[in-house]
């Protein structure tokens, strides 16, 4: 059973910084095709916002180029998305999503907060 469970969520003040985790079991993320974060904002769609490939490329949405950074840990099995910089525009539930044998898995999603 494929589970991943994020966490580091939380409200902080414009020009702040937070990093958030992702942690699966189940599955293996180093050896995933990708592993990506998505946000979704209130009263809008869910967007993707940065992948990991399994060769450790990075690629990012033009709206977090050069602030955000995804990163993994394979000796922790964790996804990381960290973030600085951050606007206003970046409030939204923040999700992490991988592929596991071909099928998309989704964590619970945490709330990122970013006060003006």
């Known amino acids: 059973q494929v589970q991943l469970v994020e966490s580091g969520g939380g409200l902080v003040q414009a020009g702040g910084s937070l990093r958030l985790s992702c942690a699966a079991s189940?599955?293996?993320?180093?050896?995933?095709?990708?592993s990506d974060w998505y946000r979704q904002a209130p009263g809008k769609q869910r967007v993707l916002v940065a992948t990991?490939?399994?060769?450790?490329?990075?690629i990012y949405a033009d709206s977090v180029k050069g602030r955000f950074t995804i990163s993994r840990d394979n000796a922790k099995n964790t996804v990381y998305l960290q973030m600085n910089s951050l606007k206003p525009e970046d409030t939204a539930v923040y999700y992490c999503n991988t592929f596991h044998l071909g099928q998309p898995y989704w964590g619970q999603g945490t709330q990122v907060t970013v006060s003006s």
């Open positions: 990991i490939t399994i060769g450790g490329t990075t």
């Open positions: 189940g599955t293996i993320f180093s050896i995933n095709a990708r």
